[in-house]
């Protein structure tokens, strides 16, 4: 993209570019150290205008494109599977027919139940202490319409679509025999154990215990497989899987994913990864607050709709360890999402880990980012209670000085799962 920038309009970028629309941040330049020549940069900005004006066009039409790209791909998913996927009143993607409830006593759920919305199940969320009420919709209308109606109908009880979540990362096919040794056979020396909210991985993986929440789970995956890889690579012993997505076109739905972070609490993983993304929604906000209070660290990726995207969730809820991703070079990633806040960075391009069948791919996007970040919490966890100050220490500021937007604390597992 720079390529045709001089040099000292390159020094002067770095300087400028945090001060031009938040956009252009999501770009590291190097750090280069320029000396201060009274006047001299006042006259080098000005002539640098058109060049940061076109870079921020450029970064804009990037944003632009990866919003259309996530647009293309939910209506193709909606459009294949009409019979179990709809748009909640939020134009959302959602499990087709089905709302959640919670907080609702009999007499609330009555008045629904009079109003044509039945109730289909009401469970208690394993390890979580809280309760979801399932309830269909009435005959001819959409789930949107039923939504607002039974909102209006019920004010007080908490309302929403079971929303879907997809995965934040993608993956390079290549041959197994041309990729170098890049997973670091790491001794398992992590002894806290780490859960994962995503598909199953291989059997090659190895990994301590695996569940399924979903219609045919669990079932390996390639992202699942990537995750669990990455986590084993970076040394830790014991890996927990809650598959949320099995063989299911409405995985990954809020339901499945309380369901996983509630089995994976009360079977003992003090630190949980989630390298999906998905719209604010409060059955998995309500999940991830009890986890918390239990003394669970829930680590989740920003996404890769870019910055202009709508803020990730679970990344955004409050508490959740937020990570980016950078590449060989130490650069956020272009497509990198964002949050309401950000925690940490690590490595989310070039990164190498093992698909469902136990070979080799390069990988790139915050979902793998994600599970290297946890590794490094879940070490600082071995044996102290303050993790935060631990791997604050650990962490590499990049970027500005101090916390950022675009690294937060800082780049964590810098080496880990690259090529050498």
Known sequence: MMTRILPTMMMALALLLPLANPLAAQIALPQVQVPEVPGTLDGIAGRLDPTLDELDMRLQREARRLIRLRERATDRLLRQHRNLIERDARGELARRGELLVQGAGAEVLEILRHAGFPVLSTESIEGLDMTVTRIGIPAGLDLATAQSLAIELAPGADISADNLHYHSGTSTPTAAAALPMALQSAAATVRTEVGMIDGAPGPSIGVSSQKGFAKGAPFASNHGS?????????????????????TDPAGGNALAIA?????????GSKVVTISLVGPRNSVVANAIAAARRKGVVVVAAVGNDG????????????????????????RALIEAGRALHLDYAAPGADVYALDAKGKRSRWRGTSFATPLAAARIAAAMDGQA??????????????????????GRGLLCGKCARAN
């Open 307 to 330: 910055p202009a995207a709508p803020p990730a969730y679970p990344a955004s809820y409050e508490g959740v360890v937020a990570i980016t991703g950078v590449d060989g070079r130490n």
């Open 386 to 407: 303050d993790w935060r100050s631990a791997v604050d220490n650990e962490a590499r500021d990049l970027g500005a000085k101090g916390t950022d937007a675009v690294y």
């Open 226 to 246: 990537a995750i669990a890889s990455l986590l084993k690579s970076a040394g830790v012993a014991r890996v927990r899987v809650a598959d949320v997505y099995g």
């Open 259 to 267: 369901r996983g972070l509630g089995w994976l609490t009360a079977s």
